[in-house]
């Protein structure tokens, strides 16, 4: 879905923007995800620093 456009002569190629619109795409598909799981956290009783604890464990150092 406008990722690839078709460039006359040569084929297809990565349209502009392309890589912004599908950053987008994974955050929505990502989102509602992400908050089924912390819903859960909570529910199971984690608290708040517990859950960041899992999370930045899982993440690692940044790369920055």
């Known amino acids: 879905d406008r990722v690839l ?3 006359r002569g040569t084929g ?3 349209a502009a923007g392309a890589a912004k619109r599908c ?3 994974r955050v ?3 989102q509602p995800r992400l908050m ?3 819903a859960e956290a909570l529910q199971s009783g984690l608290t ?3 859950i960041r604890e899992l999370i930045e464990a899982k ?3 940044d790369k920055t």
């Open 48 to 50: 708040k620093s517990e």
């Open 23 to 25: 950053r987008q795409e």
């Open 28 to 30: 929505k598909l990502i």
């Open 59 to 61: 993440l690692g150092p």
């Open 12 to 14: 297809l190629a990565v």
């Open 36 to 38: 089924k799981v912390l």
């Open 5 to 7: 456009e078709l460039v």
